[in-house]
């Protein structure tokens, strides 16, 4: 199982820069169910070719495969997508069934579907980098303590030098990239973020919703950065992201986990909705911080962040937890 | 979160009755994924008619569906197949892609597959009694906001006039009941434990480790009475614990997830070891907290848990939501 918790972990790392996909509207999915235009179809992995599964998990149904597609390294993450309720009449009546076993009341099948009520979301990473491909492969996690004093010393020297590129965030702030996604824009420049799906989510049914807040402030990078000054950032963020989500979703707060992970996967603040109940990669004990309890924290203590021990996850790979173990300190 | 875990409890309880699947000879899995012989298909589903999806998870992409097939009451169990490595070659190459999402580097497709290699598992339960019908519905849950106000006049009358049975607990303590399982054994009547394996785990793998610690003072119902005159005995739990589960298998403390539970499933004090990874059923951040952080906590200040406002999950059915909706608070 520490398989799929790794391979989630690979998965929101890398799905958090990809995933503010569009709502897109009803009469164009039924468009596109019934097959649409066909010009709309293409296939762009007809050519590629697999080199290795570089991680996969059969609870989710999801796999990451690395190979080539031209002469271009590809990493292609294909996940099956979850059962649909408004789809079922048409499933039962347009599939075909075939007995495997049965055994008094019970019996079981394998089921064919039409492709359409089928689809897989596939998602190409081309061309790939071999950071990339490192990211989503396999690796097993360890626990790390972080004081402040480690986070100072260790952590934030090797985040400025990584200084990875947050290029596509800034491309959603000022709108030139994935605007139409835009669930709530608040334009202030200190209290202001806007609000969009992540692309783990497929939008097609509120059970696994997923959306993230990204702040308009662009000095924070994350918990460690936080003091009391940023309350009402936060509350708004909290307040504001709940109602639009009561709004476009017609889900109240009571059904809703509200988060943010430490480590994050990007250097640039952002909050995590996700449905409660709905088992989202990421939102175990050991990585997110309910954002009422961040809020809490600074209120009782301006400086919390900067003092507080904190724990985290590192996957065995990655280059922090060389740092920690460099440091003496795992 | 514990909807995802009731779910996982009704499904795994369920396949472990139907996993007698026959392991079919490669010649008869081909043939069937090319169609087979037509006679063998059939749709015992063309009929069926839903009356209600009683649970289904998104991550899983799993579904419960209650319903009838002729007269007759059934439950239809409906989960998508995982990924096959040995499928890709042909799945790259025969299937339609659509266009979702361009950003960068980054593409998101939907992917329509030849039928034969997306299959759907299927199993029908007919007739089904009202018993199974229960059995997949799912409990939604609800968000409940916790002032320490709230503790003391709704959830701890509540706790008080429940007084449920601890006798498993102490049969435990007194070795009058799974004295062979216990791992670890301190027998001080201030900061002594017992650590065992808990129920959910079937110890054939450590990488589902789950073991539970059971604190011998009796008067400890949860996180909200501890202070910080319990510091001695958390830190005897959180050191000596770690120490054992070394000891009896191998793994060192940055493979563990440490916790404690609020709402916790008893009241009587106990500490959740699972392993990191592991995606245990309750490790999410709306129920879970770091034993680490309850120790930082109570250093920082003595009675944090009489004041501080918790959030926690409750199942529709849980008479303590009732009595905070009679209260108002929901």
Redesign the interface.
Known sequence: ??????K?EISSAEND??S???KRPKADDKN?EEG?NES???????T?T?SS?LS????????F?HGKIADHDAVVV?E????R?DS??E???G???????R?D????????????L???????????TEKHVKKYKRQ??????ETGEDYRSITLPYIQEQSLSL??VY?ILEKK??AD?IVHDDADPEVGFVLLPD?KWDQK?V??LYLIAIVRQKDIKSLRDLSSEHLPLLQNVFQRGKEAILQRYNLP?????V?LHYQPSYYHLHVHFTK?????PG????R???L??VI?NLQ??PQFYKS??L?F?LRADDGLLRRFKEAGR?
Chains 1, 2 share one sequence.
């Open positions: 199982m520490s398989t799929v918790a790794a989630r820069e990809l503010r996909e569009a596109g649409g709309e179809w293409e296939n762009v992995l007809s590629f697999t599964v996969d998990s059969a609870r989710e149904k999801i796999m495969v294909l099956k997508t979850p059962i309720e079922l009449a499933l039962f009546r599939s075909k069934l075939r007995l495997e076993l055994n009341i019970y019996s079981s099948y394998r089921l064919q579907a039409p492709p359409h089928n689809e897989i979301k596939t998602t190409v990473v081309c061309p790939a097993e996690s360890f626990l790390v303590e290029q596509w491309n990239a994935e996604k692309l049914q059970d696994d707060a009571s059904k809703l986990r988060y409660l109940g709905y088992d989202a939102c175990g004990v050991e997110a911080h309910l009422s309890d809490q009782t203590n507080r021990t724990h996850p795992l």
